[in-house]
């Protein structure tokens, strides 16, 4: 029962959350510091992990084709497809939930506990559509984006990791990246991308709202708001992947 209230709490949230933003202008201020914050500040950790994720699946993948009768050209084709179609936009979505969905639930939280929430609630301002639109909008751009970029970055990082390791020439390992590319492989990844990026930002915002007491519940709402984001990602993942990689 507990687990049922709390998705009834949350699909109400939802239809609080979304529609039309009641003044244009506040919500284009927040929503342009909120693509700023989730966008700019995560290339760093997006670029090392994407690149060393491609490096480490070169070693891993050349390591079980060396010795049998797969051409090793073919590593370049793996690489690429299992980096669009799995590594760069669940391990990026994950990364981001520990960043951007902690940081959401900790800072609407905060803003529960200190009433300021009250307080535009008061005012007969919608909230939670005010504090939680915005963010929305700018995940549905910036995590799609940052799994774009995490694309290019992880099949760099093996291009890199096979110029330093000898596994395959780089011309070899071009070809295979080359080879039967689907372009349907781009559109399941920012499919994933978009699906993610909603499951965090309302999963976060969802705890953060209902934060009751304190700096130490602030502190609770922030783990428990990544580690169901965490959770529904992986659950969502294998359900996109059986709907739309095996119809």
């Given at each position: ?7 009834g709490h ?12 009641e003044?244009?202008?506040?919500f284009w201020?927040?929503f342009v ?10 290339f760093?950790?997006v670029?090392?992990i994407s690149?060393?994720i ?5 070693i891993?993948?050349g ?14 084709r ?5 980096n669009?179609l ?15 969905g902690?940081?959401i639930a900790s800072?609407?939280g905060?803003m529960?506990?200190?009433e300021q ?7 007969g301002?919608n909230a939670?559509?005010?504090?939680v639109?915005?963010k929305?909008v700018?995940s549905l751009i910036a995590?799609?984006a940052?799994v774009i ?6 099949n ?13 020439t ?9 080879m039967?590319f689907?372009?349907f492989?781009?559109?399941?990844a ?7 990026a909603?499951l965090?930002?309302?999963?976060s915002?969802s705890?953060?709202?209902r934060t ?7 502190g ?10 965490c959770?529904?990602?992986?659950f969502?993942?294998?359900?996109l ?7």
């Amino acid at each position: 029962m507990k687990y049922l209230s709390q998705f009834g709490h949350y699909i109400l949230f939802l239809k609080k959350s979304i529609g039309k933003p009641e003044k244009f202008n506040i919500f284009w201020e927040l929503f342009v510091r909120d693509l700023y914050k989730m966008g700019n500040d995560s290339f760093g950790i997006v670029s090392i992990i994407s690149i060393f994720i491609g490096a480490v699946a070169v070693i891993q993948i050349g390591y079980q084709l060396v010795g049998s009768l797969v051409p090793m050209y073919v590593l370049g084709r793996i690489v690429r497809d299992s980096n669009i179609l799995e590594f760069s936009p669940t391990i990026t979505a994950l990364v981001m939930a520990g960043k951007i969905g902690g940081n959401i639930a900790s800072e609407i939280g905060t803003m529960k506990v200190s009433e300021q929430i009250d307080a535009l609630e008061i005012m007969g301002v919608n909230a939670s559509r005010y504090v939680v639109l915005p963010k929305l909008v700018a995940s549905l751009i910036a995590i799609p984006a940052l799994v774009i970029y995490s694309m290019f970055l992880s099949n760099l990082g093996g291009i890199i990791s096979v110029s330093l390791s000898g596994i395959v020439t780089v011309d070899g390992y071009l070809t295979g990246l080359r080879m039967d590319f689907d372009g349907f492989s781009i559109t399941y990844a920012l499919t994933k991308a978009v699906t993610f990026a909603f499951l965090i930002t309302t999963i976060s915002a969802s705890h953060g709202y209902r934060t009751e007491g304190g700096a130490l519940e602030v502190g609770w709402a922030s783990t428990r708001a990544v580690v169901q984001s965490c959770i529904a990602i992986i659950f969502f993942d294998f359900i996109l992947t059986q709907i739309m990689l095996y119809k």
